[in-house]
């Protein structure tokens, strides 16, 4: 894949679409080394100890934002996703599990500059996915189905992951998600691989299923009842 320059991201914490606000956001998954040098070494030998991920970020200070990051402060199992090139289907996508570890709303205060915030982010127990979009984020007024995607098989010991997120709602209803696998892009016999929770409020979900799938494309069909709509993003990944 070719380098880019940023210019746009994604970034859905929950059940907010935060991107508009920050200017900068790090996402790292890491191990802890652990020293395993023995009498007889002749070089210093360590071995994988537990594996964390963490997510740093910063801003400028909108009220909207303030008050979703206030609110997930020391709340576990936050739903995150970056997508760090493009908000289209298809497009890199990452997601993980985190705790807002530190939330400073007030990072810089000088006069005649503009006010910004940082944020910071660790793991609950859960790693990082690297996967892609499959419903781009955008809002969804009737009951409809993503494009197929060649995500490929799952091997027995490979797992599936499916991030959601909904971040409006306008008016009452519901929205239900399944995750379709198929071994043709047309999808004449769909079979459902994940349901999400039935959703009637903005949330975040992450489902997964574990393999073996030989079906290699995979899609998102999504029913929306009555006469209103969702602004919805959803990514799959391993």
């Known amino acids: 894949m070719a380098t880019f320059v940023q210019t746009n991201l994604g970034l859905f914490w929950g059940g907010y679409s935060l991107a508009s606000s920050f200017n900068a956001v790090g996402l790292t998954a890491s191990s802890s080394m652990q020293d395993d040098t023995v009498y007889g070494d002749t070089f210093v030998s360590s071995a994988a100890g537990l594996?964390?991920?963490s997510l740093e970020g910063?801003?400028?200070?909108?009220?909207?934002t303030d008050s979703?990051?206030?609110?997930?402060?020391g709340t576990s199992d936050t739903v995150v996703t970056v997508m760090p090139q493009e908000l289209s289907i298809g497009?890199?996508?990452?997601?993980?599990?985190?705790?807002?570890?530190?939330?400073?709303?007030?990072?810089?205060?000088t006069v005649g500059e503009m006010l910004s915030f940082r944020l910071s982010g660790e793991s609950t127990n859960e790693k990082l996915h690297t996967g892609e979009v499959l419903v781009a984020p955008a809002t969804y007024a009737s009951s409809?189905?993503?494009?197929?995607?060649?995500?490929?098989?799952?091997?027995?010991?490979?797992?599936?992951?499916?991030a959601l997120h909904v971040y409006t709602v306008n008016s009452a209803g519901t929205l239900d998600c399944v995750i379709q696998s198929d071994d043709s892009s047309g999808f004449s016999s769909p079979t459902t691989r994940i349901t999400h929770t039935q959703?009637?409020?903005?949330?975040?979900?992450?489902?997964?299923?574990?393999?073996a799938v030989t079906d290699t494309y995979w899609r998102c069909s999504f029913t929306i009842s009555g006469s209103f709509d969702f602004t919805i993003s959803?990514?799959?990944g391993r």
Do not use: H, R
């Not at 910063?58 to 909207?64: I, K, M, N, P, R």
């Not at 497009?91 to 205060?109: C, D, H, R, V, W």
């Not at 189905?145 to 992951?161: D, E, F």
């Open 144 to 162: 409809s189905a993503s494009t197929a995607n060649n995500l490929g098989a799952a091997t027995a010991s490979q797992t599936i992951y499916s």
């Open 51 to 53: 594996s964390s991920v």
């Open 68 to 73: 979703a990051l206030f609110s997930s402060l």
């Open 199 to 211: 959703f009637s409020a903005i949330g975040s979900e992450i489902k997964s299923l574990a393999g």
């Open 234 to 236: 959803l990514a799959i």
């Open 58 to 64: 910063e801003g400028f200070w909108q009220s909207a």
């Open 91 to 109: 497009s890199a996508a990452l997601f993980t599990k985190l705790t807002t570890s530190e939330y400073n709303p007030i990072a810089g205060g």
